[in-house]
C-alpha cells in the first residue's frame, strides 16, 4: 500500500464540503515551503524531507551506475540527505549540492558538516537557472523532487547540459506527474501552487530537443514514483 503523504492528507481532506477554500489555502502554504523552505518552519521541513524522500531516493538511484571517483551535483539538494548519501558511493569524487532557499543551505550543511571538512562535499545557495560552475564540471546531475519548481524547465535545462561534462549522466526523480492513478491527485497539487507537470514522453521531448541521448524511463505506478535517465550527447548543444 502506498504511504499517504501530506500533498495525499491535504487533497483529500480538501475533498471535505465546507473547507475547501481554506484548506486548499494551506495546501498552498504547505507547498509554497516544500518549493522554498524559509524560517524555523522551513528549516524543519528541510530536515524531514531527508526522511520523508529517503525510499524515493533510494529507488531513484538503484536506476543508474555511479563510479566512485565521479563529480556529482545535485540541484535543489533540501536537508542535504541526497548529497550524504552520492558522497558514500562517490568516495574518490566530490559532490556539490546546491538550494535557492539560503535555509535549506544551512541545514543541508549541517547535515554535511563532516564531509564538508574532508573537502568532499560543497553547499551552495544557487539557481539553477545560473549557475557559478565551469562548462563541463559534472559527470552526473541529479534532481530529486525539484524540477517541479525550476523557473524555466526547457532553458534551465540548457543550463544543465552546460556544466555537465559530455557523455555525462542526468538523473531527475519525483513523485509528481502525468500517471492516470493519480493524475485528479496531482492535478489538484500542480493547480495550488503552479509546477512542472509532464508525462514521461513530454520529459523525452525536452531532454532530447536539449542535447540528451540515451533516454530511459523507470516507473513505480502504484507509488506515483519516476525516474529519468539520459546523457549529454557527444558533441552536442544546448
Given at each position: 500500500?502506498?504511504?499517504?503523504?501530506?500533498?495525499?492528507?491535504?487533497?483529500?481532506?480538501?475533498?471535505?464540503?465546507?473547507?475547501?477554500?481554506?484548506c486548499?489555502s494551506l495546501l498552498?502554504?504547505?507547498?509554497?515551503?516544500?518549493?522554498?523552505?524559509?524560517?524555523?518552519?522551513?528549516?524543519?521541513?528541510?530536515r524531514?524531507?531527508?526522511?520523508?524522500h529517503?525510499?524515493?531516493?533510494?529507488?531513484g538511484?538503484?536506476?543508474?551506475?555511479?563510479?566512485?571517483?565521479?563529480?556529482?551535483?545535485?540541484?535543489?539538494?533540501?536537508?542535504?540527505?541526497?548529497?550524504?548519501r552520492?558522497?558514500g558511493?562517490?568516495?574518490?569524487g566530490?559532490?556539490v549540492?546546491?538550494?535557492?532557499?539560503?535555509?535549506?543551505?544551512?541545514?543541508?550543511r549541517?547535515k554535511?558538516?563532516?564531509?564538508?571538512?574532508?573537502?568532499?562535499?560543497?553547499?551552495?545557495?544557487?539557481?539553477?537557472?545560473?549557475?557559478r560552475?565551469?562548462?563541463?564540471?559534472?559527470?552526473?546531475?541529479?534532481a530529486?523532487?525539484?524540477?517541479y519548481?525550476?523557473?524555466?524547465?526547457?532553458?534551465?535545462?540548457?543550463?544543465?547540459?552546460r556544466?555537465?561534462k559530455?557523455?555525462?549522466?542526468?538523473?531527475?526523480v519525483?513523485?509528481?506527474?502525468?500517471?492516470?492513478?493519480?493524475?485528479?491527485?496531482n492535478?489538484?497539487?500542480?493547480?495550488?501552487?503552479?509546477m512542472?507537470?509532464?508525462s514521461i514522453?513530454?520529459f523525452?521531448?525536452?531532454?532530447?530537443?536539449?542535447?540528451?541521448?540515451?533516454?530511459?524511463?523507470?516507473?513505480?505506478?502504484?507509488?506515483?514514483?519516476?525516474?529519468?535517465?539520459?546523457r549529454?550527447?557527444?558533441?552536442g548543444?544546448?
Amino acid at each position: 500500500m502506498r504511504a499517504l503523504t501530506v500533498p495525499d492528507f491535504f487533497v483529500r481532506l480538501c475533498n471535505t464540503a465546507g473547507i475547501r477554500e481554506s484548506c486548499m489555502s494551506l495546501l498552498k502554504r504547505m507547498l509554497s515551503q516544500g518549493k522554498k523552505p524559509s524560517g524555523r518552519f522551513g528549516r524543519f521541513l528541510a530536515r524531514g524531507m531527508n526522511f520523508g524522500h529517503s525510499g524515493l531516493t533510494r529507488w531513484g538511484l538503484s536506476f543508474i551506475d555511479i563510479a566512485s571517483d565521479i563529480d556529482a551535483l545535485d540541484i535543489g539538494c533540501g536537508g542535504g540527505r541526497t548529497v550524504e548519501r552520492l558522497a558514500g558511493i562517490a568516495t574518490d569524487g566530490k559532490v556539490v549540492g546546491i538550494d535557492y532557499s539560503p535555509d535549506a543551505v544551512v541545514v543541508a550543511r549541517k547535515k554535511n558538516r563532516a564531509l564538508i571538512n574532508e573537502g568532499r562535499v560543497e553547499i551552495f545557495q544557487e539557481t539553477v537557472s545560473s549557475m557559478r560552475f565551469s562548462d563541463s564540471a559534472f559527470g552526473l546531475t541529479t534532481a530529486f523532487e525539484t524540477h517541479y519548481f525550476w523557473p524555466d524547465f526547457r532553458n534551465d535545462l540548457k543550463e544543465v547540459h552546460r556544466v555537465t561534462k559530455q557523455n555525462g549522466q542526468l538523473l531527475i526523480v519525483g513523485d509528481v506527474y502525468k500517471n492516470k492513478k493519480y493524475d485528479r491527485r496531482n492535478q489538484r497539487i500542480v493547480d495550488a501552487i503552479g509546477m512542472t507537470y509532464l508525462s514521461i514522453e513530454e520529459f523525452r521531448e525536452i531532454l532530447e530537443g536539449v542535447g540528451y541521448l540515451e533516454f530511459d524511463a523507470l516507473e513505480e505506478k502504484n507509488k506515483g514514483w519516476f525516474a529519468v535517465k539520459c546523457r549529454k550527447q557527444e558533441g552536442g548543444t544546448a
